[in-house]
């Protein structure tokens, strides 16, 4: 089928040929979706024309590897290859959720604006993108692991050194933690990389707020171009806490915008405060 632009496989099982034949059967494909496809062990995507793909993997293969020269959409999930190779140099918008991997190699994206990235070794996954200039929309997401492994530690500044020119950036809770942690331990204190920083969204919980003001005044100080900061509290945080919280960081940066909402696993964000 020469002509076939799009295809979806869901729940189904290939073998590693199987995925060659697809490959060699419809080279005009555009859009292609693999969701919960198992059985697969070193797979490989080689589609010259392939513009957007979806694949989650069900289960855990050796490798894998993407080979799509005008690939400009990419959502791939996968737990822990060995090793894990894209060359998708015309990527633009890429979700990427892994949990580890042994090796990563990823060509040079030369146009890549909306990046979002979850891992259990995140700080590792961050340091895989030899140059993140290009990136506009940045939003991260640190993994809980399910065995225990020794990591890179994320931290907000070597974050922001690999994606310099970043204007949105959302913390999703367990990476707002780790950058948390990682400012009370001197993260930030001598580093002033922030200034393209316009929109800041963040999902936090508070278990002191003398501990979490600190790290929120201290991205406020270093964000000169900051318009607008929104907050997602955690539901179970008391409420006085939360009014505190709201309370000080208002009247300390009036200047800026800021959003109140409420955050809880599994649901989705709830926004009761637009800013003004």
Do not use: Y
């Given at each position: 089928?020469?002509?076939?632009?799009y295809l979806t496989l869901e729940f189904v099982r290939l073998e590693d040929e199987d995925l060659m034949k697809i490959n060699e059967c419809?080279?005009?494909?555009?859009?292609?979706?693999?969701?919960?496809?198992?059985?697969l062990k070193d797979p490989k995507i080689n589609l010259l024309h392939l513009k957007t793909c979806l694949w989650t993997a069900s289960n855990?293969?050796?490798?894998?590897?993407?080979?799509?020269?005008?690939?400009?959409?990419?959502?791939?999930?996968?737990?822990?290859?060995?090793?894990?190779?894209?060359?998708?140099?015309?990527?633009?918008?890429?979700?990427?959720?892994?949990?580890?991997?042994?090796?990563?190699?990823?060509?040079?994206?030369?146009?890549?604006?909306?990046?979002?990235?979850?891992?259990?070794?995140?700080?590792?996954?961050?340091?895989?993108?030899?140059?993140?200039?290009?990136?506009?929309?940045?939003?991260?997401?640190?993994?809980?692991?399910a065995e225990p492994v020794k990591v890179t530690k994320f931290c907000l500044g070597t974050l922001l050194d690999i994606f310099p020119n970043?204007?949105?950036?959302?913390?999703?809770?367990?990476?707002?933690?780790?950058?948390?942690?990682?400012?009370?331990?001197?993260?930030?204190?001598?580093?002033?990389?922030?200034?393209?920083?316009?929109?800041?969204?963040?999902?936090?919980?508070?278990?002191?707020?003398?501990?979490?003001?600190?790290?929120?005044?201290?991205?406020?100080?270093?964000?000169?171009?900051?318009?607008?900061?929104?907050?997602?509290?955690?539901?179970?945080?008391?409420?006085?806490?939360?009014?505190?919280?709201?309370?000080?960081?208002?009247?300390?940066?009036?200047?800026?915008?800021?959003?109140?909402?409420?955050?809880?696993?599994?649901?989705?964000?709830?926004?009761?405060?637009?800013?003004?």
């Open positions: 089928m020469p002509t076939l632009i419809f080279p005009s494909l555009q859009v292609l979706n693999l969701v919960g496809v198992g059985g855990a293969p050796v490798s894998l590897a993407i080979f799509a020269p005008k690939l400009v959409k990419l959502k791939l999930k996968c737990v822990k290859p060995k090793s894990l190779v894209l060359e998708t140099p015309l990527l633009s918008d890429f979700h990427f959720s892994l949990e580890k991997a042994n090796e990563v190699r990823l060509k040079e994206f030369q146009i890549l604006k909306n990046l979002q990235l979850e891992s259990s070794s995140l700080g590792s996954l961050i340091r895989k993108f030899c140059s993140g200039n290009t990136v506009k929309k940045l939003k991260v997401n640190s993994l809980k692991s970043v204007n949105s950036l959302t913390l999703c809770p367990r990476a707002w933690s780790e950058a948390e942690t990682c400012f009370h331990k001197g993260g930030l204190e001598s580093w002033s990389g922030m200034k393209k920083v316009k929109e800041f969204i963040a999902h936090l919980v508070v278990d002191d707020i003398d501990v979490t003001l600190p790290f929120i005044f201290s991205i406020l100080n270093k964000c000169s171009n900051l318009s607008d900061m929104a907050l997602l509290i955690h539901h179970e945080v008391d409420s006085s806490i939360a009014s505190n919280l709201i309370s000080r960081c208002t009247a300390d940066h009036p200047r800026i915008r800021w959003r109140w909402g409420v955050w809880k696993e599994g649901a989705e964000d709830i926004w009761v405060s637009v800013g003004i």
